[in-house]
Each structure stands twice: as C-alpha cells, then as structure tokens.
C-alpha cells in the first residue's frame, strides 16, 4: 500500500502533544527525576510515618534518656528534654513543607491575578500597579512579614475541630498547624511581587496573538479572554515558579523559627530544631545535623525539580 506524506492508507502517524513531549524530556533529566521521588518519599515520610506504632510522640519527654546518641529504640538520638529527635524531625518537617505549600499557594493566587490584569490592561492602570509593586519591593520583606503576621488573629478553635473531622488527626498534631495560619497569610501575601511581574510580562506578549484579537472580535468578555485564553498558557511558567517558590517560603520560615518568630515551643519546625541544634551542637552534633540534612536535601531536590520543569516545558531557555 502506498505512503505519501505520513499517510498510510487513511491512518496518520499519531504525533505527540506538547505536553507529552515536556514529560519526556522531564523523565530524561536524571537529577529532576530522583528529586521528585526523593520529595515524594519525604512527604510520605513526614506524612505517613508518624502515624504508625515505630514512631513516639515528638513532645513525650523522658529525663531519664537526654540528649542519648542513636540508637535502636532512639534512631537519630534525644534531646534536651529526652524527646526522640526522629519524630520531632518527621513532625517538623510536616510543618515546614505545610507552610511552604500553603504560602505558595496564597502567593500564587495573588501574583497570578495582579500580573493577569496589569499586563491585559496596560496603559495607566498597568503603570500605577507596578508602581505599587516597585513600592513593595524596595520595603523590607522579613520586617514586613513580622508585623503583618502579628496582625493577624489567630484562627478560631472551629477550623481546628474541622481539620480533626477532615483528616482524621490528632487534635494535639492539627493544632500547630491551625497556629500558623497567620504565618502562612502573612508570607503568601507578600511574597507574590516576582511572579506578578512574570505574569504581566508574559500577558503582555500573549494579548497580541491572533487568537486572542480573535476571541476579542468576536465580543467576549475580558474575564472570559483573561482566565480561559491567556491564563492556560501560564500553566508552564506557574508551575515552574512554583518549584522554585516553595524552597524560598521553606527557608523564610527557617530564619523567622531561628529567630523565635515562627513556630512557638513544644511544637517544632526544622527551623527551630536547627535553631536548638545550633546551641547545643558542641556537646550533641547530631541535635543539628539530622534536621539540617533533612532541611538542605529536601531544598535540594525542590530546586533540581524546579530546573528541569523549566528544561522540559520550556527547552528553549536550558539553551541561553
């Protein structure tokens, strides 16, 4: 049977999308792929094994057992206060990952929306909205982080009692993280200026392809044209900020724990385990190298993810 132009008979040779072809670019990047398992294991780690009957409460204290070296019942040893430092490890990397998650998500829906609509508008309204992000850059982000996070209530004992109903959790492990709510509004509210102006630039080359004059001709709507033809095309740009957003809101938080800002005492973040750990690291190393490692990997694998999301959707850029 005779073929011509890819055609065999009235079947077309089957070409692969672009997205396919992302997530096999992806898949052959070796350091975004071991890191995306490395996170997903962390995740389950942090997640998955503190529920189980091997790992003790991160707040039972045993002053018969402080600051003990590795052992079997004890695998990364005890601190101060004779807790096991692998749940309070495990649990603190629950809270760490929880903030960097939930801040970039607040961040993302702010940035997303203030870039969306400045770079559609453009003209003065454009100007005078990055004049108020060029405002907000040049003030001082931790300090600005402070008071706005101090400013904010906590939440109320309802949100509590509904993540217990949610998750099925412990009133005593869902409490430190409702704590934090303040924390996390206060880090995603200000930490979305980079990516509105990703997403103003990216707009702005957008809005003028045919496509969307098109479906301007034809008399949508500005919300229809902005959220149904300009924002899927961001979909690459947002995910790859994403991965490299999260190990920034990560560390942030890291400094604000060490600096007594972020998660208060009995409950523990790595931030204030490294915080502790750095105090005592003369007489007890392993109080701050089991929580540093965990710390410094897990930031790792989320910046060798980010980099080769950024190959695979964009291959033009690993290029430059």
């Known amino acids: 049977m005779a073929t011509m132009n890819g055609f065999s008979g ?14 096999l670019r992806l898949c052959r990047n070796r350091a975004a792929m071991v890191s995306l398992f490395f996170l997903l294991a962390m995740v389950a780690a942090c997640y998955v094994l503190p529920a189980t009957p091997w790992v003790e409460a991160p707040n039972r204290m045993d002053l018969t057992n402080i600051t003990a070296g590795p052992s079997w019942e004890h695998p990364f040893g005890t ?14 990397g629950r809270i760490s990952l929880l903030v960097g998650l939930v801040a970039t998500a607040v961040s993302l829906v702010i940035g997303l929306t203030f870039g969306l609509v400045s770079g559609y508008a453009g003209g003065r309204t454009d100007s005078v909205m990055m004049r108020a992000v ?4 040049a003030l001082p982000f931790i ?15 309802e949100l509590t009692d509904w993540l217990v109903g949610a998750t099925g959790w412990a009133r005593e492990d869902v409490a430190p993280m409702t704590s934090l709510v303040p924390l996390f509004v206060a880090i995603g509210a200000l ?16 809005k003028g392809q045919d496509y969307v004059v098109a479906a301007r001709s034809l008399g949508l709507g500005h919300l229809r044209i902005l959220f149904s033809h300009i924002a899927p095309n961001l979909f690459g ?10 190990p920034g809101i990560m560390l942030l938080e890291s400094v604000l724990s060490f600096l007594g800002l972020g998660v208060k005492a009995p409950n523990s973040s790595w931030g204030t385990l490294i915080k502790e750990g750095a105090d ?9 190298l089991f929580p540093a490692l965990f710390f410094s990997l897990t930031l790792l694998a989320l910046n060798f993810l980010g980099d080769g999301l950024r190959d695979a959707i964009d291959p033009r850029a690993s290029k430059d």
């Open 10 to 23: 009235n079947k077309a040779l089957a070409g692969n999308s672009l997205w396919k072809d992302a997530r």
């Open 79 to 92: 601190d101060q206060l004779g807790r096991d430092l692998l749940a309070r490890v495990l649990y603190g």
């Open 134 to 137: 060029d405002v907000l850059f």
């Open 143 to 157: 300090v600005l982080v402070i008071v706005f996070s101090l400013s904010i209530e906590e939440p109320s004992r």
């Open 191 to 206: 930490g979305w200026l980079t990516l509105a102006r990703i997403v103003r630039t990216q707009t702005m080359e957008i």
């Open 237 to 246: 740009t947002v995910v790859v900020y994403t991965t490299l957003a999260v």
């Open 280 to 288: 005592r690291m003369e007489v007890s190393p392993e109080l701050l």
